[in-house]
């Protein structure tokens, strides 16, 4: 039998190339200029009104892991990191390569991975 629980909405921020280059498809608040990776009805720090607006395509990473358990389309190692967009939000984007990168190291954000996951890549 068929569920009937709707699908799940993929909290993950929308990445797409412009001229070859890629940026996170996010918002902006209108009034205080707040961020933001993910659609909203309105700004989650002031409850003002949000905009379109466009991040990236450089950031710096704010903390890493790498993860040692593998789950379904994701072979361990695999490493995932926090990134600052710069003059953006913080996203989780996964890494290339089975290393941690340490704070502070700048990166820029690739093509998505399988499935629409956020990727960077070392600049
Ligand atoms: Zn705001």
Same mark, same amino acid.
């Given at each position: 039998?068929?569920?009937?629980?709707?699908?799940?909405?993929?909290?993950?921020?929308?990445?797409?190339?412009?001229?070859?280059?890629?940026?996170?498809?996010?918002?902006?608040?209108?009034?205080?200029?707040?961020?933001?990776?993910?659609?909203?009805?309105?700004?989650?720090?002031?409850?003002? #009104? /949000?905009?379109?607006?466009?991040? !990236? $395509?450089? @950031?710096? *990473?704010?903390? &890493? =892991?790498?993860?040692?358990?593998?789950?379904?389309?994701?072979?361990?190692?695999?490493?995932?990191?926090?990134?600052?967009?710069?003059?953006?939000?913080?996203?989780?984007?996964?890494?290339?390569?089975?290393?941690?990168?340490?704070?502070?190291? #700048? /990166?820029?954000?690739?093509?998505? !991975? $399988?499935? @629409?996951? *956020?990727?960077? &890549? =070392?600049?």
């Amino acid at each position: 039998m068929p569920s009937t629980e709707p699908a799940p909405v993929d909290p993950r921020p929308r990445v797409s190339p412009v001229d070859g280059v890629f940026g996170v498809d996010g918002y902006r608040c209108a009034a205080c200029a707040y961020p933001v990776a993910i659609a909203v009805a309105v700004c989650p720090s002031c409850q003002g #009104p /949000v905009e379109p607006a466009r991040f !990236g $395509p450089d @950031g710096t *990473v704010w903390s &890493s =892991t790498v993860l040692r358990i593998p789950v379904p389309g994701r072979p361990a190692p695999y490493v995932v990191a926090y990134v600052d967009l710069h003059g953006g939000p913080r996203v989780l984007a996964h890494v290339g390569g089975d290393r941690h990168l340490p704070v502070g190291t #700048p /990166v820029r954000l690739t093509a998505p !991975g $399988p499935g @629409g996951d *956020v990727t960077v &890549s =070392t600049r």
